[in-house]
């Protein structure tokens, strides 16, 4: 079973940096891909970023590429995502989520969700 749990929000201001960390309590990280995805008030959830089992695969959001890097940590059961150059725009919650096969931009493709961490970028 995967539990996760996202960590490390908070506020910065424009220009800064954050890291995020989702860990998942359950024993079945490495067998699944996972995903960063995010919500703005009155939005739709978006999707940021996603790596594949290994690591070895990644691919983002046309918004966050080059400022944003997905990571995970199978030995600890931890998934990253480093943000560099913050805009106000980035502002949202954060959620990571799960699914048992690489690919996929849409939410409703991943199997499992965390609570989300709350990431505000002031000007």
């Known amino acids: 079973q995967v539990q996760l749990v996202e960590s490390g929000g908070g506020l910065v201001q424009a220009g800064g940096s954050l890291r995020l960390s989702c860990l998942d309590s359950?024993?079945?990280?490495?067998?699944?891909?996972m995903g960063w995805f995010r919500q703005a008030p009155g939005k739709e959830r978006e999707f940021v970023a996603a790596i594949n089992l290994s690591g070895g695969s990644t691919y983002y959001a046309g918004s966050v590429k080059g400022r944003f890097t997905i990571s995970r940590d199978n030995a600890k059961n931890t998934l990253y995502l480093q943000m560099n150059n913050l805009k106000p725009e980035d502002t949202a919650v954060y959620y990571c989520a799960a699914k048992r096969i690489f690919g996929g931009t849409i939410p409703a493709g991943y199997d499992y969700w965390g609570q989300g961490t709350q990431v505000t970028v002031s000007s």
């Open positions: 359950g024993r079945t990280f490495s067998s699944y891909a």
